[in-house]
């Protein structure tokens, strides 16, 4: 027997104290090899595990709970080997915060080493700091992080810093009050995210850029300017899927769009305007269909939010023949939806999860889970773990013509915070 991990970074209540959790789980041999995760949404950027024998109930007063830490955050940690990594601030004097990266023994709950980073030529407020989730390079274990200022760093599995990247000073970053991240995604041999510019030459047009850097050396690599227009920030993360033979980086834009480009080069190959403010969360894929979500207004309608199903294969912008089906009226502005080969989650601002039908987009139920929720789902094992303010829940998606998700637990925590586990 061994001991397997789940994490959740978290706000208490009182005087807004974070806490790390680790929940226990015991397993056999069928998960030595299970997979890491190694970024914000896992190894495969949509929100599934393959992982069995999840606990699903455990209680602050130690039910489940293997170790603590008294800090936590807004971003989901990630996981590769033994070791924990958390981006976070730092504690004590809030004049002199700092966002710094944790690393964490998993199996005892030992700080190994953390780094911090200064914040400097940004407007965040130190209660914003950590917003992104580091990505891990399953290649060399290096950790790729991107700070609420816009410093891109890699740091080795030692702690050591191997290079920084200082977008701000480099190319005009702007990082505002609301403390918008993207987290970054580790694609090949690239580091990739996107972050708002205004900054000079090529660059001077307000918008946001896409960015590709050399994992190894931080060497930009190409920079893509596919939207002609800006609403708002967003910290929407790209996924990867390979499309009629390209590798493609599809990623919803400030612009109200979602975009897809070329992974090599950064060239924009279809973009499909869907809102009239920025997408915040992320698209997924499954079986050659891409499903996107947004909770703002739509481009054709008074009706607000969208969920629908997208044909990826066409080039140029995309217009309405390319949606297989769309589903109105429901408001997912914050969470990314994640699929179980039979039915897509998601939840809207006001916390309800509801479950859509794959082929045709059919609300098949819908379950109130409280009044305000951001974090995105996680599915594994045929059940769903979803966090809202306050509280964790685990459900279990019910059999077809079922009304409602069935609860396996729901468990209190004193809390704020968006991070998944």
Known sequence: MMTRLLFSARFHRSGLRPVLVAFSILAGLAVLHASDWREWRGASRDGTSAETNLPSSWSP??????????????STPVVFGNRLYLQTSTTGDVSRTQERLVAVDVDTGRVVWEHAF?????????????WASPAIDPDTGNVIVFTVGAELAALAPDGRVLWTRSLPEEYGAITTHGGRTTSPIIEGDLVILNTLLMGWGDLARPGNRYFAFDKRTGQTVWISSPQSKHYDTNYASPIVQTIDG?????????????????????????????????????????????FISHGE?????????????????????LGGAALKWKTLGFLPTFASPVVDGQRLYSVDNGAVLAAFDLANGTRLWSRQLGTLMKGSPRCWWAEADLRRRGERQVLHPPADGDRRGRHRRRTRLDAGGQPGP
């Open 118 to 130: 200064n914040i400097y030529l940004s407007d965040v407020p130190q209660h914003r700091t950590g």
């Open 297 to 317: 207004e739509n481009i054709d309608t008074t009706e607000m939010g969208m969920v629908a199903a997208v044909d990826p294969r066409g080039t140029g912008a």
């Open 246 to 290: 390209q590798r493609l980086l599809i990623v919803g834009g400030t612009d109200g769009t979602f975009h897809a480009m070329q992974v090599s080069t950064g060239k924009p190959v279809w973009s499909l305007e869907v809102s009239k403010r920025a997408i915040l969360n992320g698209a997924v894929f499954h079986d050659g269909t891409l």
């Open 61 to 74: 007063s130690g039910e489940n709970v293997a170790w603590t830490l008294p800090f936590g955050g807004r």
